[in-house]
């Protein structure tokens, strides 16, 4: 599609609980990035990938935290055993090359944890 | 490391006022680039402009300009003529090309953000 598509638009879970959030990136781009974004001004960036392929994960809590990018799927980041400190809103962003090209952001994931 | 450092945290101006927000970097690559994005009340983040490291042209669009000056790491963004619609979370962002070593290539290192709010 033409926007990077993120799903849900909200998610609540119960502390422990296991969230995971969606990212069909813009199609024809080959990177994907996912951002963690607290108290609505810090971000902070999670992992990337190259289409399937890990390209950055020095971002990742390395505990709880997983994704994927699958072919013919869109990509994923689990939370396990949610924290409150993990309510924030998740950005999926995609873009054609990894520096040049601007990154495209969906509308975000709005995690609560309660 | 790279650094991205946006020192405005709240700017407040009155409908048709020019206002300036101000980003200052660090890094250590020769090749990088940097961005403006905006976030409105609604949530979202909206690309406004990609500069690379060698193109200090100043850039004009429409009441947005930018002027980026490599000899003080900056890359400063002017709203003319302010309307209420332009008031926003705007963040600087810094990507760079890896050249320095470490782990930071491709990914976006954003500023703290400024809230402008334009008044009627």
């Known amino acids: 599609g033409e926007e990077v598509a993120q799903t849900p638009k909200h998610l609540v879970r119960g502390e422990g609980q296991k969230a995971k959030l969606y990212c069909a990136p813009i199609?024809?781009?080959?990177?994907v990035f996912w951002y963690q974004q607290v108290l609505k001004n810090e971000f902070k960036f999670l992992i990337s990938?190259?289409?399937?392929?890990?390209?950055?994960e020095t971002g990742m809590p390395k505990e709880r935290f997983s994704a994927k990018c699958l072919p013919n799927s869109p990509c994923s980041l689990e939370i396990q055993a949610t924290k409150l400190e993990d309510s924030a809103v998740y950005f999926c962003?995609?873009?054609?090359?990894?520096?040049?090209?601007?990154?495209?952001f969906g509308d975000g994931t709005r995690l609560s944890i309660l | 490391a790279q650094k991205v450092t946006q020192a405005q945290t709240e700017i407040s101006v009155v409908e048709k006022e020019d206002v300036t927000l101000d980003c200052v970097y660090e890094?250590?690559?020769?090749?990088?680039?940097l961005f403006w994005y905006k976030q409105p009340p609604s949530g979202e983040l909206v690309f406004l402009i990609r500069?690379?490291?060698?193109?200090?042209q100043n850039e004009i669009s429409g009441r947005y300009s930018w002027n980026f000056q490599k000899s003080t790491s900056s890359f400063n963004f002017t709203i003319t003529a302010s309307q209420v619609v332009d008031s926003a979370v705007y963040f600087c962002?810094?990507?760079?090309?890896?050249?320095?070593?470490?782990?930071?290539?491709?990914?976006?290192?954003f500023g703290q953000g400024t809230i402008l709010t334009v008044h009627p």
């Open positions: 962003a995609s873009s054609q090359g990894v520096t040049q090209q601007p990154q495209h």
């Open positions: 199609k024809g781009h080959s990177y």
């Open positions: 990938f190259q289409n399937e392929n890990v390209f950055d």
């Open positions: 890094t250590r690559d020769t090749t990088y680039y």
């Open positions: 500069r690379n490291s060698f193109d200090e």
């Open positions: 962002a810094l990507s760079e090309r890896g050249e320095a070593g470490g782990t930071s290539y491709g990914k976006l290192t």
